[in-house]
């Protein structure tokens, strides 16, 4: 009989692996940790405290096996000093990690090509700083509600690799003479922390036109104050707002983007794209369905939001009653 080495080897040729080397585990440690710093810091630079210390330790137990005094000094520090100075006003602003690129979202050919354009020139910031120029970062997005606004926010900020700050319109109005304008602030200068995507929905709500005589004194200061924080935004900082109502806007507010893109209500062809997403093979399994998107598709419904609902009808009647009422369905919409 061999010894106990010889004994491991053969039995590692057998099940076709190499033992696992005290050296192999600590250079698995090491990456594992090293992995972790970017989410620190992006942690430490958005004033996480929560996140700075659950990343904090979970880089002291990657290294504790084999480094336990780096372990130790790492819980210490994160225990009484490193703690981010400020914290994200969390009534104003949901901070999102964004979900789905500009593929998820269904576009006309020009508007995708001009958002392309704009994450290219983010990619290329060291290039036009070279050349005395900064990314564009300042889009209005506008057009009939339902149509992909909000996601095509979400998607930029995916597409940019950055984080997704969502405005809470509704803590952000407040009643109280002034608030609205500090909330503002608040959300303006905490945005300027790091890269991201600012997202600002009902646009119109805060930036009205300063001549609408429907306008009040408040509201007036509010647009005012907007004209100039908007130019003071970093380009770091991509601002988009959003609005259903872009007639409502104070004309000069608009000027201050760079891009003005109108989400328009979809045509067929659009809507066709979008039913053959919602109905295809990968989410309907066992059933072929996508010979309907066409029938969807030349249906009177107003925007992509009622497509994916309608779709969303057919794949529940396909799982609740193995598609026996999808022609009923489809026929009398």
């Not at 979900?99 to 354009?117: N, S, T, W």
């Not at 608040?186 to 790091?194: G, M, P, Q």
């Not at 709500?205 to 009040?216: E, F, L, S």
Request: glycine residues 6%; proline residues 5%; aromatic residues 4%.
């Amino acid at each position: 009989m061999g010894n106990l080495n010889e004994i491991d080897s053969d039995l590692s040729d057998l099940l076709g692996a190499k033992p696992i080397t005290v050296k192999a585990q600590k250079r698995a440690s090491e990456a594992s940790a090293i992995k972790q710093l970017p989410k620190l810091i992006e942690a430490f630079q958005w004033h996480q405290a929560d996140r700075v210390e659950l990343v904090g330790e979970s880089i002291a137990s990657a290294v504790e096996a084999y480094h336990p005094d780096v372990s130790k000094k790492i819980r210490s520090v994160f225990g009484r000093t490193l703690r981010p100075l400020a914290m994200k006003p969390e009534k104003l602003l949901d901070f999102e990690d964004a979900r789905h690129g500009f593929d998820a979202v269904i576009l006309p050919v020009d508007i995708q090509r001009e958002c392309m354009a704009i994450v290219a020139e983010h990619s290329h910031c060291d290039d036009l700083a070279a050349y005395g120029l900064t990314p564009r970062h300042k889009v209005l997005l506008h057009g009939a509600p339902g149509n992909g606004k909000t996601m095509l926010a979400e998607a930029l900020a995916f597409e940019l690799s950055i984080p997704f700050l969502r405005v809470k319109y509704g803590g952000l109005i407040d009643s109280h003479l002034g608030e609205t304008g500090k909330n503002l602030q608040s959300i303006l200068d905490y945005a300027k922390t790091a890269p991201c995507v600012l997202f600002l929905d009902e646009f119109d709500g805060i930036g009205m036109d300063r001549n609408d005589n429907r306008d009040v004194g408040e509201m007036r200061r509010i647009t005012n104050q907007l004209l100039i924080a908007i130019e003071r935004l970093p380009s770091s900082c991509v601002l988009v707002a959003a609005t259903n109502a872009d007639s409502l806007l104070d004309s000069a507010l608009k000027r201050r983007f760079d891009f003005v893109i109108e989400v328009p209500t979809p045509t067929v062809e659009l809507r066709l794209q979008c039913a053959q997403k919602e109905l295809a093979s990968a989410i309907t399994p066992g059933h072929d369905v996508l010979h309907l998107a066409d029938r969807v598709a030349r249906m009177d419904l107003p925007n992509l939001s009622a497509v994916v609902d309608f779709c969303k009808r057919i794949r529940r009647d396909l799982v609740l009653n193995s598609g026996a009422g999808v022609e009923a369905l489809v026929g009398t919409a």
